[in-house]
């Protein structure tokens, strides 16, 4: 029964982070993060390995503030969670988006977010699942919406 109750508060939690995500509540999302949050901490990823200004690994609530704040300067043309999956401490949503950049690049994407929580039902690691390629062309100022 806690395993049960668990995945359903843990989903409720990603739900929750999006919809404050959606009224640029970033407060509100740090408050479910635990305070040595890793996001996108990861060796392996194309995106970070080319720099991606928003991929890039970032370790507790500060340095995802600095995240958000990044993304601040986007402007966003779809941000649409399509679904939530919670499985006991870990919740996957699926997520399509679509950003312009600053300098002109754009990108849209299908996307899966890994949240992983702790004990207390906080976020303790973040994950962004996307196409790599689209995020290192749309940094570089190009357009990959034009086909």
Do not use: C
């Not at 990861?42 to 995106?47: G, I, L, M, V």
């Not at 779809?78 to 600053?102: H, K, M, N, T, Y």
């Not at 899966?112 to 702790?118: A, E, I, K, Q, R």
């Amino acid at each position: 029964m806690a395993t049960s109750r668990t995945t359903t508060d843990n989903a409720a939690t990603v739900s929750d982070v999006y919809a404050a995500f959606g009224r640029g509540d970033v407060p509100a999302v740090l408050d479910r993060l635990a305070d040595g949050v890793a996001w996108d901490d990861w060796s392996d990823n194309f995106a970070q390995r080319a720099g991606v200004p928003h991929m890039i690994p970032r370790q507790g609530k500060a340095q995802v503030a600095e995240f958000f704040g990044l993304l601040s300067s986007y402007t966003v043309l779809e941000f649409a969670v399509l679904d939530i999956i919670g499985g006991g401490r870990q919740v996957v949503a699926e997520a399509r988006v679509s950003f312009a950049l600053p300098d002109g690049g754009r990108f849209t994407d299908e996307e899966l977010h890994l949240w992983t929580f702790d004990d207390e039902g906080r976020v303790e690691r973040f994950r962004h699942y996307v196409d790599t390629a689209k995020h290192i062309a749309a940094t570089r100022g190009e357009d990959t919406t034009v086909r």
